[in-house]
């Protein structure tokens, strides 16, 4: 194999490996995420709260939008991204009415 050949190798392995560590940390960012939404689904039912809280949605929403575009991470993506995880959610907290 050629330098430059062997080079690139090492380069992708460490960018791979970069990734790896950047998606368990996805993974247990989620985890502890969701962890504090049933919490709060749990206390909105006791209470008697709606499981859907949309001005909090659309300020997250504009939030995450703006730390995205900081990010030069795609904000439209970026909002699909929090409304997938804003629908599961919704969906969590409405379990808990049940």
């Known amino acids: 194999m050629s330098d430059a050949i062997t080079r690139a ?16 940390i996805l993974v247990y960012t989620l985890g502890e995420r969701f962890k504090h939404t049933q919490a709060v689904g749990r206390l909105k039912a006791e209470h008697a709260l709606p499981p859907s809280d949309p001005a909090r949605e659309a300020a997250q929403i504009a939030r995450l939008t703006d730390l995205a575009q900081q990010a030069d991470l795609d904000p439209e993506f970026a909002k699909k991204f929090l409304n997938f995880i804003i629908q599961e959610v919704i969906q969590h907290h409405k379990q808990h009415q049940s």
């Open 9 to 24: 190798a090492q380069i992708l392995k460490d960018h791979r490996a970069s990734i790896d560590r950047l998606d368990a």
